[in-house]
């Protein structure tokens, strides 16, 4: 007989077929519903673990959804009406209960979302309205059924059947709400958009965007809301959210709202990278570097990347290829980088100069510009600055540089007191 492990005697876990990074453990630690482990598990193997595992709560992802409901004892409304639950509950006397807190997890970020940002609980702000449901996968079916609840006229637009991206923007001028259930714009395929910029701003009555994608923290298609003046939030409250209310069946107990809140912003701290944007010279990398170490983080300098990446310094392949060269690998190895998480990462001094970067840099970062005056900066090994003069340079970015800062750090002259200053500011 072979000894348990403590994946076999877990009392709460996420099943799925490969679930690679999740935040779950993470999320439930701090709800209380611990020990909880990754159950990677392959079809055959799924009935006999459901049904015969020591698990008391177990959350469900893909491709085992429906599975999860067929194989309990006994379904909630939501499992009837869906066909599918992503949590089960070992009851006492051994029977297993299965429910959906994605339709309650999405129902509560849709409220808050309402009520923070347009004007009134979901059934006030969107009652009677057109919402439009991207996609028309499993994920679709919670939340078109929280917008159901909430009295909306949900409208499904696929790739193919009667309402298509292509007629989005000709046919629902008029929606209110758009909801992103599909896949485009997940890490790493970021970013990508299921909707242009071009049909958003033909949306005239569009007034929220939400994605249930929640990596990276701020998708495409909640970039271009932003750029556009539209309010917008992607899926980390839903994820914490369904979790909440799985962590409530699992230990018999209510947890208050408040709880759900500073978990949201202990994993924004956690995952969301600090880029430091400005001039050269101005001294990113050794900010960055002290910055990195202080909080426990990896740390990249773009142009050391492309170095590592290419075997060229951005010195060597601009005086060879061009500057128009080095900005098209600056783009690849700075996109390779800013979609990951939980960073420090210094960009080069033209980063600003491609307006396709400022997205790269803002789906998973927070912006800061170091600020140092321009009569401290050195041009030595910078062929740009060398070419052009470091005024002038000034000149064609500072503007940029603001434009794309979230935070300004006025240098101290000393990087570890820069690299505290920029903790401070962050709240770090």
């Known amino acids: 007989m072979t000894e348990q492990t403590s994946q076999d005697t877990a009392p709460f876990g996420l099943l799925g077929r490969k679930l690679g990074h999740s935040w779950s453990p993470q999320i439930h630690a701090r709800l209380g519903s611990v020990p909880y482990e990754l159950h990677e598990l392959e079809p055959e193997e799924l009935a006999g673990f459901v049904r015969g595992g020591s698990w008391r709560g177990l959350n469900v992802t893909i491709p085992y959804k429906r599975e999860a409901a067929q194989l309990a004892d006994e379904v909630s409304e939501r ?67 929280a917008l159901e609840d909430a009295g909306a006229r949900v409208v499904t637009i696929s790739r193919t059947g009667g ?15 758009m909801v992103n259930t599909t896949p485009v714009g997940m890490y790493p395929n970021c970013p990508a958009t299921p909707v242009s910029r071009e049909v958003m701003a033909r949306l005239e009555g569009l007034a929220g965007v939400l994605d249930i994608v929640y990596n990276p923290e701020r998708t495409e298609l909640c970039l271009i809301a932003e750029e556009l003046g539209i309010p917008s939030e992607s899926g980390l409250a839903m994820l914490v959210g369904q979790a909440r209310f799985s962590s409530e069946l699992f230990q018999g107990r209510a947890i208050e709202d408040e709880l759900l809140e500073k978990i949201e912003d202990e994993l924004r701290s956690l995952t969301r990278n600090v880029v430091l944007i400005g001039m050269p010279g101005a001294g990113k990398t050794s900010c960055g570097k002290r910055l990195a170490r202080m909080l426990g983080r990896p740390f990249v300098d773009i142009d050391e990347a492309i170095l590592a990446d290419t075997g ?21 190895v700075t996109a390779s980088y800013c979609k990951r998480s939980g960073m420090v990462i210094a960009c080069g001094g033209g980063v600003v100069t491609r307006p396709q970067n400022r997205d790269l840099l803002r789906q998973n970062g927070r912006v800061v510009l170091v600020d140092r005056p321009l009569d401290e900066l050195s041009d030595k090994g910078r062929p740009v600055s060398q070419a ?31 690299a505290e200053l920029v903790k401070e500011l962050l709240r770090l």
């Open 79 to 145: 499992v009837l009406r869906l066909g599918v639950a992503n949590t089960l509950v070992r009851r006492p006397d051994g029977t297993i209960y299965a429910d959906n807190s994605d339709v309650l997890g999405f129902a509560w970020m849709l409220e808050r979302f309402c009520e923070r940002h347009l004007g009134g609980s979901a059934p006030e702000a969107l009652g009677a309205r057109k919402c439009l449901v991207l996609g028309s996968g499993g994920a679709s079916q919670a939340i078109r059924a």
């Open 388 to 418: 052009k003069g470091v005024e002038r340079l000034a000149a064609e970015r500072m503007h940029l540089y603001h434009e794309w800062a979230d935070v300004i750090l006025r240098c101290t002259g000393s990087a570890q007191s820069d």
């Open 163 to 177: 309402e298509t991206y292509e007629t989005l923007a000709e046919r629902h001028a008029d929606a209110a709400l």
């Open 312 to 332: 060229r310094s951005a010195a060597q392949i601009i005086q060879e290829d061009g500057e128009d060269a080095f900005r098209r690998v600056e783009t690849e």
